[in-house]
């Protein structure tokens, strides 16, 4: 569902890291990457929510690595 929400690019430089208490976190390689997501946070978490109903995510946590 990660690569359908952010596409191509911003799959290929970013991953899901798991679900910690309705927090989903997500590895960033690049800096430019992690601005982007920011950017893109509330759509993309309103596009998680919709596509895994049953995940309970409630936000999204950006870390480098």
């Known amino acids: 569902a990660w690569r359908e929400i952010v596409g191509d690019f911003l799959f290929q430089h970013s991953r899901p890291d798991g679900i910690q208490r309705g927090v989903l976190s997500v590895r ?4 430019t990457v992690h601005h982007a997501l920011t950017m893109e946070r509330p759509r993309i978490l309103k596009r998680l929510q919709a596509a895994l109903k049953n995940s309970g995510i409630k936000d999204i946590r950006l870390k480098h690595g």
């Open 28 to 31: 960033v390689l690049q800096p």
